[in-house]
């Protein structure tokens, strides 16, 4: 089974949703004949459930389960997985939420808890006592966990209505444990998995510290999801005390591999090394944004502003999920990436990133946006979808 064709599937959707994306913007310099929500819907569904759920499923999987012999089990797991996706994708852009949608999402949550099942059963015994399968474990019930805000949202829209509190709770809850559960942790256990590959750090020696931290950080960084409704300052303290859990992590984590290398004097390749330095500098600001978020000023200023919502998802989304993704597929094998098309595709993101971000700066200050505004962003969106194309593009001539 060759798994690069698994990843070129996943880099397929994040080719669609930039396309998606693209055609959301146009949405504001002229009209389009079709449904914005409805596209929308398909836009951050794909994202989620298509690029990144499959393209770490596919990397867990050769890191932990490809030795094994659940070859078909997987394959047969994959492909459904893989409809259940293109369901979601046709079904919300042509109808949104309905019983289709409703029921291929279902059918996805269903497809993950397996995926779960075979980690747990079928990684090696030795496997279970590295660092990084601690964090990918972890990282797969934050998956479970955010999976309750979806189950709950149907209950929720038939007794209380989309416009209750309840409802925006819910999807928060489930952005919030996706992006700061399942998504950052798996990254991390990857990325330990990796340094264990290369001899750069002992899998029993990573600072206990480290995982804990990290854990109570992002439980309690979840309060930040809650801040919108001005609740008690016990909120605030929590969420803020849950961004700093997550600052010392993340301490503690540099501190260690940096002590690492210089002992074993082993480092990683240049392009590699650049693509994750680059990531750590996306992830210090993403837990800047956490801790400014605890404080009250700040989180009344986000709720108000939800320019400064889709530039934070965006940033962890295209910046620090993607970025890792591309710096472990090319390790394993996976994908071809030269720093020319690094570099296309890290404008086009910082460029929309910086739109949006002075959107956001104009609305707080009360300055008239600019007419051609809309049209930059649209250009900026087109330049991203073009770079991701070019990546497309180099995995097909690589075969």
Known sequence: MDLRNHFKIALVYLFIISLLGVILRHFLVS?????????????????????????????????YLSNRSIVKQYRRLFWFTQITIIGMMISFSVSGYSITSILFSTLFLFASYRFLHLFLKHTSGEHKSFTSYKWIRASLWFMVISSLGPWVLGVIMNTLGSSSDWYRNAIYFYLHFQYNG??????????????ED??????????????????????????????????HFSFYLLSGTGALFQVFAFGFILQYINKAQKETGIGLPEKIGLLLKTVAVLFSLKLVAQLLGAIPQFAELIAANKDLIIGY??????????????????????????????????????????????????????????????????????????????LLFQQKKRN
């Open 31 to 63: 009209d389009v004949p079709i449904n914005y929500k409805y596209t929308l819907h398909a836009h951050s569904h794909v994202a989620l459930l298509g690029w990144i759920y499959t393209a770490l499923t596919t990397l867990i999987y050769s890191q």
């Open 182 to 195: 399942w998504f950052i942790m798996a990254l991390f256990g990857l990325f330990f998995k990796m340094l």
């Open 198 to 231: 290369q001899q750069i750090i002992n899998h029993r020696m990573m600072h206990p510290l480290a995982y804990r931290f990290f854990i109570s950080g992002v439980l309690l960084t979840f309060f930040l999801s809650v801040l919108w409704m001005k609740p």
């Open 313 to 390: 998802l965006h940033w962890v989304f295209l910046g620090v999920v993607t970025i890792s993704i591309f710096a472990y597929t090319t390790h394993k094998g996976l994908m071809k990436i030269t720093k020319p098309s690094f570099f296309f595709f890290l404008f086009g993101f910082l460029l929309t990133e910086g739109l949006i971000f002075y959107k956001a700066f104009k609305v707080w200050s009360g300055a008239i946006l600019e007419s051609y505004y809309y049209t930059l962003l649209f250009v900026a969106s087109f330049l991203l979808f073009i770079s991701i194309g070019v």
